[in-house]
């Protein structure tokens, strides 16, 4: 099962969060959609206000303010972090 949202970064603990930063490297968009479950990402974009598939608008591949990051929990299982506005959207 591929990872899903679970928090961001306002709903989590500093301890958690500096783990997870001290643990990430930079990947890009194509690789962060083929590792997280795509129901759960395209939510959180609906949710957020881009455009999904055919859509008119502005798709998240194309935002080039958006940071992803693949990184670890302090129990070792991986997870991916999407940065927007400066609110990190975990997923694991």
Same mark, same amino acid.
């Given at each position: 099962?591929?990872?899903?949202?679970? *928090?961001?970064?306002?709903? @989590?603990?500093?301890?958690?969060?500096? *783990?997870?930063?001290?643990?990430?490297?930079?990947?890009?968009?194509?690789? *962060?959609?083929?590792?997280?479950?795509?129901?759960?990402?395209? @939510?959180?974009?609906?949710?957020?206000?881009?455009?999904?598939?055919?859509? #008119?608008?502005?798709?998240?591949?194309?935002?080039?303010?958006?940071?992803?990051?693949?990184?670890?929990? #302090?129990?070792?299982?991986?997870? *991916?972090?999407?940065?927007?506005?400066?609110?990190?959207?975990?997923?694991?």
């Amino acid at each position: 099962m591929k990872p899903t949202l679970r *928090f961001t970064c306002s709903s @989590a603990s500093v301890t958690l969060l500096q *783990f997870i930063y001290d643990h990430q490297r930079q990947i890009t968009h194509s690789s *962060f959609c083929k590792m997280v479950d795509a129901k759960s990402r395209q @939510a959180l974009e609906k949710n957020l206000g881009y455009a999904i598939g055919d859509e #008119p608008g502005l798709h998240l591949k194309d935002d080039r303010y958006l940071s992803y990051f693949k990184s670890k929990l #302090p129990n070792g299982k991986v997870c *991916f972090n999407m940065e927007h506005s400066c609110i990190d959207h975990i997923f694991y």
